[in-house]
């Protein structure tokens, strides 16, 4: 045997003994997954060539989603086996990194084994993870590839308790396990030129299976529950063979991990393998459950969430291992009111403080990226409690309406039996609002947000439970949700200051750069969220590693992706937002809570000018909406289209809010009429007119009300190029004037 190019250091941690015995179903699994990355690459060639308008790659992409075909058409030659260096890395552990780059990944926190020689940490081409997670516990359930085909055989029939039966099952089987040429159908048709799996896509009547049985092409019927089997198999010997799907355990867990988690095949399972629960507590795990814990972006990390999703520790326990409020790091409002649930928790186990005087729930809400779910898991961690996980997508992705409720009513459970315990509930706003004008779905919906009500009253009879919600959009939540009652607080994750930036930054690189550079990146990075800083600072670390460079501030610059700012840029983005402050401030005084400025967008984050929502009010938002536009063209002569972009900029919620007043108000050009939200796609001419009309307008009065002011204009947006974050109470300071400018009256 060859000797390496590089050993491993002392801290280079491998396997006791190379070539590791695997599970029988190991290498089965491995040719699995290989066709399913071949048939992902077909996929995503698709896609490409599709939104490059490639005709027939639209025709193809349609046949393929729409189920008239049950493979896409391979433009890559696909091997059953995995590459040779995923080999020799699987069967050797052979360490393919120099050594220090290897001791500096792991001493970061990252995993070697999984990380490429060009510090990608993932696939090429990404699997979805249910698929990945099915397709292993398949494979170990039918053990090895003679296992499968006998399966295949004609006249065979088999039988797989605990596998749902879905239309998609079909496609996955298509795409990664049965032979080339084969398809999948509900019921073989009379005459069928390629070989057929008959694989019911639905709970199977008698009949239905009956009309299965007579034709020689093999079954495979999947079943959710044993007392769901049809009849026929009451009857004693039928020579079908009922096989019950494997569980989820640590070795399907690791393959998954070493799949989806692992830009070379490898993960450190000894490491990862530790940290997992046993193979029993791993089987109650709902999928949505798994998906919240592989967000994570090291192996080890989702095997420390599912650590604590299974954990159920003593309260002696829970008193030595509580870190306490000090971990939770942050300015906002919602880090100071966990950090307050924190402390508040403690005095409840003491028996210092009864459960009805805490606080016992928030909802939070703001962009994504932002730290939400990371706030719910330094809130478990502070406290020393138990973490549960849930999510409206997840529970969606369970199936049709009842089995959507009871994935929720599962995760409910599984936090009342943790107690003490936070539940986290993500995406919230999935479900939208019983209220919303879009009819269709109306039922679903009503059924769905009734059940989570129920669930929420539920938990404020249970002491010990903490419920954590988030959501990206409060605005779209029904609004018995956030009633009094349901959630104790609703607070805002705003994107973080700059005082937040430089903390964060400060502890990666600390002992890296000097404290000036350190502050020049944190201005510079204003407007970005925590997620993006955090994989900038890990992605620059790994690059100056392999490049065998310091840590620089050009190297950091170029992984958040902020150039040098050019002076123009940063003065029109001021300008900008120094008239939506201005205009705000002149039109209601002491609304502006703060101004950011990065290099590339700006934001102005002020309270709701609307208190009774009446036409003026409604004329003043528009006025304060179109007033950076106005201060562009006020003071450089121009206008940019920086008003303009996604839903939520200055424009799109101008006009959003005109066809509000016209449509759903009651307030605009169709009186007391209520016609619903009005479909962009479909505008009537009038409509568009009626919108160029008032936004004009609003810009017109904009410019206006500004004129007067456009020294304070310019020394506001001055002041906040210098500072990069001004917040209201100095704003105030240099705009203050002996008289105010009284507000517009609607024309």
């Not at 050797?92 to 792991?106: F, K, V, Y």
């Not at 799996?197 to 079943?223: N, T, Y």
């Not at 019950?244 to 450190?268: P, W």
Request: aromatic share 4%; glycine share 8%; charged share 25%.
């Amino acid at each position: 045997m060859e000797t390496p190019m590089t050993q491993p250091s002392s801290q280079s941690p491998l396997p006791k003994k190379n070539g590791a015995k695997r599970p029988e179903w190991w290498a089965f699994a491995q040719n699995c997954i290989a066709r399913l990355r071949a048939t992902e690459t077909d996929i995503v060639d698709l896609e490409r060539r599709a939104t490059a308008r490639d005709a027939a790659a639209v025709d193809t992409l349609m046949e393929y989603e729409g189920g008239d075909s049950p493979k896409p058409p391979s433009r890559f030659a696909a091997s059953g086996t995995p590459s040779a260096a995923e080999l020799m890395g699987i069967a050797t552990s052979t360490p393919h990194l120099p050594p220090e780059e290897w001791d500096a990944i792991a001493a970061d926190g990252g995993d070697p084994f999984a990380t490429a020689a060009n510090g990608s940490t993932r696939p090429a081409i990404t699997l979805p993870l249910p698929d990945v997670i099915l397709l292993t516990r398949l494979a170990a359930t039918f053990r090895n590839a003679e296992g499968w085909e006998a399966s295949l055989r004609p006249g065979a029939m088999t039988v797989i308790i605990e596998l749902e039966p879905t239309l998609y099952l079909g496609k996955l089987l298509t795409g990664a396990m049965l032979p080339e040429g084969w398809s999948t159908h509900s019921r073989a048709p009379k005459s069928a030129s390629n070989p057929v799996l008959q694989l019911p896509d639905r709970p199977i009547m008698e009949k239905e299976l009956e009309r299965c049985l007579h034709h020689p092409a093999p079954i495979l019927l999947p079943v959710r529950r044993q007392e769901d089997l049809p009849a026929l198999f009451s009857t004693g010997e039928t020579g079908a063979r009922v096989l019950v799907l494997e569980k989820l355990n640590a070795d399907i867990l690791l393959f998954a991990l070493s799949v989806c988690h692992s830009a070379t095949g490898r993960i450190d399972e000894e490491k990862v393998r530790a940290m997992l629960p046993n193979d029993e507590r791993l089987a109650t795990l709902e999928a949505g459950h798994v998906a919240m814990a592989c967000r994570a972006p090291t192996a080890q990390e989702v095997a420390k969430r599912i650590s604590l999703m299974t954990k159920t520790a003593s309260a002696g326990e829970v008193a030595r291992e509580r870190p306490g409020p000090d971990i939770i790091d942050g300015t906002t409002p919602a880090h100071h009111a966990v950090r307050n649930i924190v402390a508040d928790l403690a005095a409840w186990q003491a028996g210092d403080l009864n459960w009805s005087e805490m606080s016992r729930s928030l909802l939070v809400h703001g962009a994504p990226g932002t730290g939400k779910t990371y706030l719910a898991q330094q809130l478990a961690e502070a406290a020393g409690v138990a973490l549960v996980e849930g999510s409206f997508a997840d529970w969606q992705a369970a199936g049709h309406l009842g089995l959507m409720l009871a994935a929720m009513i599962k995760c409910f459970d599984e936090a009342v039996a943790k107690v003490p315990c936070v539940l986290f509930v993500d995406e919230i706003d999935a479900v939208g609002s019983r209220f919303g004008g879009d009819q269709h779905g109306m039922s679903y919906r009503t059924q769905v947000v009734n059940g989570f009500l129920q669930q929420i009253d539920r938990l404020a009879r249970t002491p010990g439970l903490i419920l954590i919600g988030a959501c990206n959009q409060v605005s779209r939540l029904d609004p018995a949700i956030t009633r009094p009652g349901r959630f104790d607080l609703v607070l805002r994750m705003p994107l973080p200051s700059i005082t937040d930036i430089r903390r964060i930054m400060a502890k990666v690189l600390a002992d890296k750069l000097p404290e000036d550079k350190i502050d020049t990146l944190a201005r510079a990075a204003v407007g970005k969220t925590p997620a993006e800083l955090d994989a900038a600072l890990r992605a620059a670390a790994a690059d100056a590693r392999r490049q065998r460079l310091p840590m620089s501030s050009d190297l950091l610059r170029r992984h958040l992706g902020i150039d040098q700012p050019t002076p123009e840029l940063l003065r029109r983005i001021a300008i900008h937002e120094a008239g939506h402050a201005l205009s705000a401030e002149l039109l209601m005084p002491g609304s502006v809570v703060k101004l950011s400025l990065s290099d590339r967008d700006g934001r102005t984050e002020r309270r709701s000018i609307f208190v009774e929502l009446t036409v003026e009010e409604i004329e003043n938002e528009l006025l304060i909406l179109m007033a950076g536009r106005a201060a562009e063209r006020l003071v450089l002569g121009t206008i940019s289209g920086g008003a303009g972009g996604d839903t939520e900029s200055d424009l799109a919620l101008a006009t959003g809010l005109v066809l509000q007043m016209d449509r759903e108000l009651g307030v605009g050009c169709n009186g007391h009429s209520w016609l619903g939200p009005a479909d962009m796609h479909r505008l009537t001419e009038q409509e568009k007119q009626r919108l160029q009309a008032k936004l004009g307008q609003a810009m017109n009065h904009a410019a206006k009300l500004l004129t007067p002011h456009i020294d304070q204009l310019r020394e506001v947006a001055a002041a906040l190029i210098d500072v990069r974050e001004l917040h209201g109470a100095a704003m105030r300071r240099l705009i203050a004037e002996p008289e105010r400018e009284p507000p517009l009256s609607p024309s």
